[in-house]
């Protein structure tokens, strides 16, 4: 078992940044692979970034490229979201993700775009953006 806990989210206006935090504990870290999820009010649940076990691979939805930026840091077990340039539109329940993909094992790479590769989840943490 893995237990993910997000923290970080709030209320922020049109062009803000915030940074939202995941600490994950139960098993090795650096041996799976983060996924950060959103959820607007009455919509589905969409991918909004990810990263491989050592960092060394991002992958990114288009509508926060160039503004989002994932990052880990292992000794610590901690995935971070970094937002910038809000939007209204990025306002949602923020989810972190985690699926086992350990160094030496092969994944597609738009395996880390779907939801049901992740086996565990956080809580969520609420982000708003006023326009």
């Known amino acids: 078992q893995v237990q993910l806990v997000e923290s970080g989210g709030g209320l922020v206006q049109t062009g803000g940044s915030l940074r939202l935090a995941c600490v994950a504990s139960?098993?090795?870290?650096?041996?799976?692979?983060m996924g950060w999820f959103r959820q607007a009010p009455g919509k589905e649940r969409w991918f909004v970034a990810a990263?491989?076990?050592?960092?060394?691979?991002?992958y990114y939805a288009d509508s926060v490229k160039g503004r989002f930026t994932i990052s880990r840091d292992n000794a610590k077990n901690t995935v971070y979201l970094q937002m910038n340039s809000l939007k209204p539109e990025d306002t949602a329940v923020y989810y972190c993700?985690?699926?086992?993909?350990?160094?030496?094992?092969?994944?597609?790479?738009?395996?880390?775009?779907?939801?049901?590769?992740?086996?565990?989840w956080g809580q969520g943490t609420q982000v708003t953006v006023s326009s």
């Open positions: 993700a985690a699926r086992f993909a350990p160094s030496g094992a092969y994944y597609s790479s738009n395996t880390y775009y779907r939801a049901n590769e992740y086996a565990y």
């Open positions: 990263i491989t076990w050592s960092g060394g691979n991002t």
């Open positions: 139960g098993r090795t870290f650096s041996s799976y692979a």
